[in-house]
């Protein structure tokens, strides 16, 4: 368990927070580039980090970040007019370009020097990977953009379903590595099968182990920490071990063990401390990964159906029991509840917005997210003295980092199987 106080330590986003410093040393996805594909479409609200801003694409195609309200009285960008290169405010016409410039101020006389003294805030953006990513710390030192893990290269399938939960980022990433909990929540859909490999389908995913009790194991990395889940596997079990190796990039991504048709990954970003963007996404060769519409049709997660299409948030909730089926439990169902996101959210959703953490009674399959904690505590609070942020050496490499499965001999370490990613952190 931890502290309250550390717990505040871990929770707290804002920018004025030890965590929220750390995650502006990094750049953030703040939305989906199909949110803003097209050019002089609507502008679109974008909360993160506990603070609001606009993206809208101009008449050219240019993307631009900036603070919600309007300098002048402070109304709404969200609701401006996007047209001929700039959005306009609909309070008074001062109209603003990508680069945050004023490009016209209807309420002002021709000529009037406010013009060029104005200067809105506007954040400079990547596209990539499905996202766009975001620059939010200090305008002074702006690093290169570095290409993550699930999006090495151009060419790859990248599949992401969005969801918005009211709750706190970290509980929804302490979900994310725990293996744990996928051998009883996510039984029904991830399911043992005398497979030689994890493999899945569009009905489920199929795991070479019956094992719900795995060994933990862990190692810190200079990016965050990876972890060895060791179970039985079906075949060989007195000589063969069946390895899930996750690996936690700090501070928004975790790489979920793959099957053999696609990588797994999520990136979770905070909207602010008891709100979260949650992204679940489907990675790898064209071939044999799962189109966007069809990942999240696999995932009960299409927007119309399942989630508001205008702000991703799900329609089941805890005040419909997120859509239970209890006669289904009965029978072929361990949770009643379709979808594999979804028996995660109904999870996190019931701990409360922020979960406290002074309380939780911890066991040896928790060895992760004791790690986890320690980790992005001791890391926040190196931020708030002055040092650097995790995950933010240069010589990382991010797509060098990948998770692993594999039904392995018992006299193979899995930690020398990965030695050949980023560098493991020093002791």
Known sequence: MLSAEENEVLVRVGPE??????????????????????????????????????????????????????????????????????????????????????????????????????????????????????????????????????????DQQTSILKIRIPANWAQITEGQIDSAHSSSLHSSDMVPARVETAEADDQSWYRPSTDKSPRMQTQTTAYGFHYAAIRRPIKNSATHNYVRVTEYIAPYISLIPPNSSYNVASVIVPIDDETSAFHFIAWGDPETTPSTEAWRAFNRAVPGEDLDPETWAPYRTMENWFGQDRELMKTENFTGIAGIPNQDIAMWVSMGAIVDRTHDILGASDLAIVEFRRLMVDAARIVESGGQAIGTDPDIVYTDIASYQEVISKEADWRTIVSGQSPVAAE
């Open 17 to 154: 927070e030890p965590m929220g410093q750390l995650m502006r040393q990094h750049w953030t996805p703040v939305c989906l580039i199909e949110e803003v594909q097209e050019p002089d479409g609507k502008p679109i609200l974008v909360e993160v980090l506990g603070i609001r801003l606009v993206a809208f694409r101009d008449s050219d195609g240019k993307l631009g970040l900036l603070d919600e309200l309007c300098p002048h009285r402070r109304a709404s960008l969200v609701l401006g007019r996007n047209e001929e290169c700039g959005l306009r405010c609909l309070y008074h016409g001062w109209k603003f370009d990508t680069e945050g410039r004023v490009k016209a101020m209807s309420s002002e006389p021709e000529g009037s020097p406010l013009m060029n003294k104005v200067q809105h805030r506007a954040y400079p953006t990547h596209e990539w990977g499905g996202f766009v990513w975001a620059w939010l710390g200090a305008l002074d030192e702006v690093p290169e953009f570095r290409l993550p893990a699930f999006a090495p290269t151009e």
